[in-house]
T-cell receptor, first 114, second 112 residues
Framework: NAGVTQTPKFQVLKTGQSMTLQCAQD?????MSWYRQDPGMGLRLIHY???????DQGEVPNGYNVSRSTTEDFPLRLLSAAPSQTSVYFC?????????????FGEGSRLTVL | AQSVSQHNHHVILSEAASLELGCNYS??????LFWYVQYPGQHLQLLLK??????LVKGIKGFEAEFIKSKFSFNLRKPSVQWSDTAEYFC??????????FGTGTRLQVFP
């Protein structure tokens, strides 16, 4: 069972570079989301999607773009990386949305911006 | 602003000690409440959840949580912790929206 797959697991960027964190799920979940995890701040919601073609902002959307062209994939784009975006990023999905709270998380992507 | 607060940032216990981790939220009205656990090097997993009904909820691995509406609290408890409970614990709240908001987390260390 693949579940939620995130790539890459580790990435180092220089300030101003762009990159995309990939997230794919094979559970046919309509709901997908991106969180960032920072020490002392817990998990903060960046963007989420309730289905293909639909995205919305979370708590900390600035500096990040998302799109949802298929049910399976929900990539997170950093257009111009900043040191403040150094974090661990988690993708999560759910069959019935965040209402149930039963999110399935990926293993995380650790990003360092120099 | 609406928020979820976990006041215990770091808890250190010996095996067999009892555990209680605090969680308070500032939302009004009906909420759904959750506790997640993140074991070292692993991703988050759902520990237990509360939607309605009995305010005392039992989860996996002997954990339970009590919803006290008047105190806006959803504290996590375990009568006797084990070394394998060493992890970070997150409280989360959803108010019938597509946003699941997490607290800042509590790191639990259990020593044999």
């Amino acid at each position: 069972n693949a579940g939620v797959t995130q790539t890459p697991k580790f990435q180092v960027l220089k300030t101003g570079q762009s990159m995309t964190l990939q997230c794919a799920q094979d559970m046919n979940h309509e709901y997908m989301s991106w969180y960032r995890q920072d020490p002392g701040m817990g998990l903060r919601l960046i963007h989420y999607s309730v289905g293909a073609g639909i995205t919305d902002q979370g708590e900390v959307p600035n500096g990040y773009n998302v799109s949802r062209s298929t049910t399976e994939d929900f990539p997170l784009r950093l257009l111009s990386a900043a040191p403040s975006q150094t974090s661990v990023y988690f993708c999560a999905s759910s069959y019935s949305g965040a209402y149930t709270g039963e999110l399935f998380f990926g293993e995380g992507s650790r990003l360092t911006v120099l | 602003a609406q928020s979820v607060s976990q006041h215990n940032h770091h808890v250190i216990l010996s095996e067999a000690a009892s555990l209680e981790l605090g969680c308070n939220y500032s939302y009004g009205g009906t909420v759904n409440l959750f506790w997640y656990v993140q074991y070292p090097g692993q991703h988050l997993q759902l520990l237990l959840k509360y939607f309605s009904g009995d305010p005392l909820v039992k989860g996996i691995k002997g954990f339970e949580a009590e919803f006290i509406k008047s105190k806006f609290s959803f504290n996590l408890r375990k009568p006797s912790v084990q070394w394998s409970d060493t992890a970070e614990y997150f409280c989360a709240v959803n108010r019938d929206t597509d946003k699941l908001i997490f607290g800042t987390g509590t790191r639990l260390q259990v020593f044999p």
